[in-house]
């Protein structure tokens, strides 16, 4: 089992509707969750960083994090057509390796 | 300083030679990381370190790779005797110290992309 999973997509969303991106995470030790956007060719770009049950808003982003069920998701409202990248889903296991494990990434296409 | 530099940004060399990559991190930064990334792949720990200690090394990277931070400032990444498989994004990023220092994320780099023909 990987340690942090993802589908690798891609995607479709329309332009204005939500986009919802899923991550679930193997080890129950994770303490810190993150979401990243990568545009090809590009390094990753931290958009989102969520440690505590629930939801977490930044402007048109939600990341939802539930430790019960080791799944994390990140939701885009009014998706633009500049959303479109790879989203990485990373875990952080502090007090143990302090090391981020990355998931694969999902594509995620918005159409105009 | 506004972030972590990388250098060169490419790099395409021969089968069988030596290559070498540098990062800078951000200056209060104390940890470095090195990632390596193939296409359609998630970046895949390599090593990283905490001042000029290394503290781990991936079992992803074999003897041909090593890497240093002599003073606890930028770090250099080399690859001996390069294959074509070593083609990928090295990445590298950095972050502050101490418990849950990385709890914010890493700041990445603009990445080395190498190419071995």
């Known amino acids: 089992q990987k340690e942090v999973e993802q589908n690798s997509g891609p995607l479709s969303v329309p332009e204005g509707a939500i986009a919802s991106l899923n991550c679930t995470y193997s080890?129950?030790?994770?303490?810190?969750f993150f979401w990243y956007r990568q545009y090809s060719g590009k390094s990753p770009e931290l958009i989102m960083f969520?440690?505590?049950?629930g939801d977490k808003e930044d402007g048109r982003f939600t990341a939802q994090l539930n430790k019960a069920s080791q799944y994390v998701s990140l939701l885009i409202r009014d998706s633009q057509p500049s959303d479109s990248a790879t989203y990485l889903c990373a875990v952080l296991r502090w007090n143990r390796d302090d090391k981020i494990i990355f998931g694969k990434g999902t594509r995620l296409h918005i159409l105009p | 300083d506004t972030g972590v530099s990388q250098d060169p940004r490419h790099k395409i060399t021969k089968r069988g030679q030596n290559v070498t990559f540098r990062c800078d991190p951000i200056?209060?930064?104390?940890?470095l990381y090195w990632y390596r990334q193939t296409l359609g792949q998630g970046p895949e720990f390599l090593t990283y370190f905490q001042n000029e200690a290394q503290l781990e090394k991936s079992r992803l990277l074999s003897d041909r790779f090593s890497a240093e931070r002599p003073k606890g400032s930028f770090s250099t990444l080399e690859i001996q005797r390069t294959e074509q498989g070593d083609s990928a994004m090295y990445l590298c990023a950095s972050s502050p110290s101490g418990t849950g220092g990385s709890s914010y994320g890493y700041t990445f780099g603009s990445g080395t992309r190498l190419t071995v023909v």
């Open positions: 200056s209060e930064h104390n940890r």
């Open positions: 969520i440690y505590s049950n």
């Open positions: 080890d129950r030790g994770s303490q810190s």
